[in-house]
């Protein structure tokens, strides 16, 4: 079985030739309020995005309750050091009795909704809710059984690829071939929170698409767009940034957040970056520059001259627009005499010397 290499989704279309298709994700910006994640939706829609993911999990179904330093966040983490892991998620999860408002309202404003799933139980929930697209986070890549899982359901799936190996992305992509997944798209990403642009190694979108050949776009860490519109111009067909309504505002995952004015940014920059590429190369004026071809500079009469009068550089001078003889032309007409009396601001023409 072959992957797909154009994504339906909805009315959109996820491959290289369509424009970049832009996530919103929400994580744990809604900072614990069903209204400010509803907030969030509205943001995401109104910049431009298509699509709101959030993540379905609890406390429980991605670790357990300990103190042991293994199940702690390393203490010189610049967000989240010396925290347990129950706790940080606890903080961090999307209460699942929310999903089915959170979606309601992204379908209400266009927005194709769509969840991380992190356990059996998530899928499950999942497709009760009728998500039409299933997303995988890179700590994940190496849970075979649950990435089979999601691509029993039939639906498209984005799966990052932050820390793996070539050979664990490639074991990845076998699990969801051999459990029927036909349709995938695989973000090049960096699993660090916030990531240094230094480390995006943006070179991956080609090489997973060659290595692959399926879709390829990047999930971003960096701060700032800047990374994003360059996997765009790259090829990447999907980007995936975090969104809050205000880093001010705090919470687990706000350092390293998108504003909904920063999203709109990017939904914008990304397309133009794609479409600059695409556009290829091409020498000689294009339709849009020939109103600024009339600007070059040509050879003009500076000053009322009367027939018989010499050409001189008082008289003459290379100046925009064009119409008249090019400017390389001064030295053969200099010294010659007007062959008829010629107003200010006319272009010179053979005829007139």
């Keep these: 079985m072959t992957f797909d290499k154009s994504i339906k989704i909805a009315r959109h279309t996820i ?15 809604h900072n614990g309020s069903l209204e400010r994640a509803l907030d969030i939706v509205d943001a995401i829609a109104e910049s431009g995005a298509q699509a709101l993911k959030i993540q379905t999990y609890t406390a429980d179904t991605l670790t357990i309750r300990s103190d042991a330093p293994a199940f702690r ?20 999860h999307t209460p699942w009795e929310w999903h089915a408002q959170i979606f309601e309202r992204a379908r209400e404003r266009g927005l194709v909704p769509f969840s991380t799933p992190f356990d059996p139980t998530a899928v499950a929930f999942l497709e009760d809710l009728g998500v039409e697209l299933y997303k995988t986070a890179s700590a994940e890549i190496v849970d075979l059984p649950l990435l089979r899982e999601v691509a029993r359901t039939g639906k498209p799936m984005i799966v ?18 051999d459990a029927g997944g036909n349709k995938l798209v695989l973000l090049a990403c960096t699993a660090a929170y916030p990531a240094e642009p230094a480390e995006a190694h943006l070179g991956n979108i080609r090489t997973l698409r060659d290595a692959f050949d399926v879709p390829v776009g990047l999930s971003d860490h960096t ?19 975090h969104v809050t309504l205000d880093r001010a505002d705090g919470g687990v995952d706000s350092a390293f957040s998108l504003s909904p004015e920063e999203l709109s940014q990017l939904v914008v920059a990304s397309e133009q970056a794609r479409v600059a590429v695409g556009s290829g190369t091409g020498f000689g004026p294009t339709p849009q520059e020939q109103t600024v071809l009339k600007l070059r500079r040509s050879l003009y009469v500076v000053e009322d001259v009367a027939a018989g009068d010499p050409v001189t550089r008082d008289n003459v001078r290379s100046i925009r627009p064009a119409g008249g003889l090019s400017a390389d ?17 006319t272009a010179l023409t053979w005829d007139l010397v």
């Design 15 to 29: 491959d290289e030739s369509s424009p970049v298709f832009v996530i919103g994700e929400m994580s744990g910006n």
């Design 73 to 92: 966040v390393a203490g010189g983490h610049g967000l989240w050091g010396g925290r347990t892991l129950y706790d940080l998620y606890e903080e961090a």
């Design 160 to 177: 990052s690829t932050g820390m793996a190996t070539m050979g664990e992305i490639d074991a990845a992509v076998n699990a969801i071939r």
């Design 223 to 241: 701060l700032g767009i800047g990374v994003a519109v360059a996997a765009a111009a790259l090829g990447a067909v999907a980007i995936e940034k």
């Design 329 to 345: 032309s001064i030295e053969i007409v200099l010294g010659r005499r007007f062959a008829k009396d010629v107003s200010r601001g």
